[in-house]
T-cell receptor, first 109, second 112 residues
Framework: GQSLEQPSEVTAVEGAIVQINCTYQ??????LSWYQQHDGGAPTFLSY??LDGLEETGRFSSFLSRSDSYGYLLLQELQMKDSASYFC??????????WGAGTKLIIKP | DTEVTQTPKHLVMGMTNKKSLKCEQH?????MYWYKQKAKKPPELMFV???????INESVPSRFSPECPNSSLLNLHLHALQPEDSALYLC???????????FGPGTRLTVL
């Protein structure tokens, strides 16, 4: 089977840095994506890693280690508007996304 | 234009009604998707249209039926739904299947 595991909830302070981890088990690997979803909203694409290493997009970065079947999303200079759920997702062999259960990020002032 | 549009935004229907959800994208994407999402859960794939071929999640009941009139439009026809079908229904598209997906704002469906 294929699965992605991530923590259910992470709490951080405004202005700080937070890391959300994702470990995956897939038959074949076709990249790891991250999506953000605010309450009542739709998922929004954040980042994609196909190869090992760090991808940076403004305050958000995503890291992948294929040998460890592991990735993380790093959010810097946290703002209250970053309070949301974050999902890691990976395509299966049919190129359909398998989703992690989501991590609720709570930011305190 | 990186927008996926969905109508309606909200829908309340009885169990005997027939309704349709509509989705449109103008990004030239060749794959479109319908997802169902319950509160505090990840999106759950229902249907994929990729290069005019339909793939179905076999757990989706037949009271949901997709229709793809052309490569930019994707409809979801609803008939004889149950209260447990109440959820957020999301449409998404991607350049090709498995690539980065762009989501519409969703339709919040309530079945009474």
């Amino acid at each position: 089977g294929q699965s992605l595991e991530q923590p259910s909830e992470v709490t951080a302070v405004e202005g700080a840095i937070v890391q959300i981890n994702c470990t995956y088990q897939t038959s074949g690997f076709y990249g790891l994506s991250w999506y953000q979803q605010h309450d009542g909203g739709a998922p929004t694409f954040l980042s994609y890693n196909a190869l090992d290493g760090l991808e940076e997009t403004g305050r958000f970065s995503s890291f992948l280690s294929r040998s460890d079947s592991y990735g993380y999303l790093l959010l810097q200079e946290l703002q209250m508007k970053d309070s949301a759920s974050y999902f890691c997702a990976a395509p299966d062999s049919n190129y359909q996304l398998i989703w992690g259960a989501g991590t609720k990020l709570i930011i305190k002032p | 234009d990186t927008e996926v549009t969905q109508t309606p935004k909200h829908l309340v229907m009885g169990m005997t009604n027939k309704k349709s959800l509509k989705c449109e994208q103008h990004m030239g994407h060749r794959a479109m998707y319908w997802y169902k999402q319950k509160a505090k859960k990840p999106p759950e794939l229902m249907f994929v249209y990729s290069y005019e071929k339909l793939s179905i999640n076999e757990s989706v009941p037949s009271r949901f039926s997709p229709e793809c009139p052309n490569s930019s439009l994707l409809n979801l026809h609803l008939h004889a739904l149950q209260p447990e079908d109440s959820a957020l229904y999301l449409c998404a598209s991607s350049q090709v299947a498995g690539n980065t997906q762009y989501f519409g704002p969703g339709t919040r469906l309530t079945v009474l």
